[in-house]
C-alpha cells in the first residue's frame, strides 16, 4: 500500500490563474480529509468527505474553493481564482471512523 | 467549538534528557486523541492514538497521557535524540464530529 498520494508536490501559480490538487486515497478507508497548512493558523479541515459524499464544507473558505470526489479512489481540490493568500501546503488525509488518520506528503501551493 | 492548544510553541533541550510537550482542549467531549510528528516539508505521521476511555499508551520512548475531565494530553519523551527533532501536534476527535481538530504544535530541536 503506497499511501496517500498526493499531486502536485509544489506548484507556483500566478493570482487569477485556476489551481487543481489532487489526492489517490488508500483503499478500504471510508474518510477524505482536505486540510490546509499555514504559520499563522495551523491545520484548518476545509472539508471531508464519507463514503465520497461531501458532510461537512464548512471550512472552505470561500466560493472559490471546490472539491470533488468521483469515487474512491479519486479526490480534487480545485481553486478558481487563485489568490496570493491561498499559498499554504494543503494536505488530503483518510482514515476509517475513529481511528488512525492517514496523511499524504502536501502539496505546496505558491500564488504569486 | 473545540479549540486546542499546545504548549510551548517551541522547545530546544540536549541530547539524552527527558522531555514533556503538553496539549490542552476545551471540549472534555472527545471520542479520542492522537499525537502527531511533523518534519519539515513532509506530511504528517500518527504516533499514538488514545481513546477516550484509555489513560495513556506508549510505544518505544512515548507515553502519552489523556486526562479528559481537566482537558489535558502530555507527551513524554524518553532519553531524547536528535533524530526526534521535529514538531509534534496534538489533535482531538470529538463526539459530536468525524475530523480532527488540530493544535499549532510544538516545535523540538533535540542538540547532540
Known amino acids: 500500500d503506497a499511501g496517500v498520494i498526493q499531486s502536485p508536490r509544489h506548484e507556483v501559480t500566478e493570482m487569477g490563474q485556476e489551481v487543481t490538487l489532487r489526492c489517490k486515497p488508500i483503499?478500504?478507508?471510508?474518510?477524505l480529509f482536505w486540510y490546509r497548512q499555514t504559520m499563522m493558523r495551523g491545520l484548518e479541515l476545509l472539508i471531508y468527505?464519507?463514503?465520497?459524499?461531501?458532510?461537512?464544507d464548512s471550512g472552505m473558505p470561500e466560493d472559490r474553493f471546490s472539491a470533488k470526489m468521483p469515487n474512491a479512489s479519486f479526490s480534487t481540490l480545485k481553486i478558481q481564482p487563485s489568490e496570493p493568500r491561498d499559498s499554504a501546503v494543503y494536505f488530503c488525509?483518510?482514515?476509517?471512523?475513529?481511528?488512525?488518520?492517514?496523511f499524504g506528503e502536501g502539496s505546496w501551493l505558491t500564488v504569486v | 467549538k473545540q479549540e486546542v492548544t499546545q504548549i510551548p510553541a517551541a522547545l530546544s533541550v540536549p541530547e539524552g534528557e527527558n522531555l514533556v510537550l503538553n496539549c490542552s482542549f476545551t471540549?472534555?467531549?472527545?471520542?479520542?486523541l492522537q499525537w502527531f510528528r511533523q518534519d519539515p516539508g513532509k506530511g504528517l505521521t500518527s504516533l499514538l492514538l488514545?481513546?477516550?476511555?484509555?489513560r495513556e499508551q506508549t510505544s518505544g520512548r512515548l507515553n502519552a497521557s489523556l486526562d479528559k475531565s481537566s482537558g489535558r494530553s502530555t507527551l513524554y519523551i524518553a532519553a531524547s535524540q536528535p533524530g526526534d527533532s521535529a514538531t509534534y501536534l496534538c489533535a482531538v476527535l470529538s463526539n459530536s464530529g468525524y475530523a480532527l481538530n488540530f493544535g499549532k504544535g510544538t516545535s523540538l530541536l533535540v542538540t547532540p
Open positions: 468527505f464519507n463514503n465520497n459524499v461531501p458532510i461537512d
Open positions: 471540549d472534555s467531549a472527545i471520542y479520542n
Open positions: 488514545i481513546q477516550s476511555s484509555q
Open positions: 488525509a483518510q482514515g476509517k471512523s475513529g481511528n488512525t488518520i492517514y
Open positions: 483503499s478500504g478507508h471510508d474518510y
